[in-house]
């Protein structure tokens, strides 16, 4: 039974509690979302696997999900990109953002979301139980995805897409 770890809006530490049970109320909690550019300023999207508890099937940023506790966001995002997609790269914080969306199965993500920021040019080794596809696609070539088809992204991903673009 995984536990992540819950936050106040200044993200202290309250607590931990069952990943589920925490999506199940809506709870605020750490979490972090990586993304990912090669040599070409390109962006690495991955379609998420469609068994995954919320939001399968869509587009987003190279990977997200929880820390641990005693677990840093650098080296929980480390783990988690080699997890999700066979590789390891130097990362770095580049901002964070509250946010709450709720899903259509009942789920509730309430996340204080760590953003960080990488650059990969080797190869990708998706871990198919997570990942579907994947392609390095250009900011515009993205915005443009967006503006028309805004159902095939996650929820995250619209919210944070235009920070990170103005960020970079």
Not at 47 to 65: E, I, P, V
Not at 116 to 122: A, K, R, S, T, V
């Amino acid at each position: 039974m995984e536990k992540i770890v819950l936050v106040d809006e200044y993200d202290n530490e309250i607590g931990v509690e069952e990943k589920t049970k925490v999506h199940q109320l809506g709870l605020l909690h750490r979490a972090f979302s990586v993304f990912i550019f090669n040599d070409k300023n390109e962006m690495l999207l991955q379609q998420r696997a469609f068994n995954k508890y919320h939001s399968g099937g869509l587009w987003t940023n190279a990977c997200c999900s929880h820390p641990h506790k005693n677990e840093t966001v650098v080296n929980a995002a480390k783990r988690r990109l080699q997890e999700e997609l066979g590789f390891i790269t130097e990362l770095e914080i580049a901002f964070h953002f509250i946010y709450k969306a709720t899903f259509e199965n009942g789920l509730i993500e309430h996340e204080y979301d760590y953003v960080l920021i990488g650059y990969y040019n080797q190869k990708i080794t998706p871990n198919i139980n997570e990942v579907v596809n994947y392609k390095f696609i250009s900011l515009q070539e993205i915005e443009k995805e967006l503006q028309q088809n805004p159902a095939h992204f996650t929820e995250w991903f619209k919210i944070a897409f235009p920070k990170v673009k103005s960020f970079s």
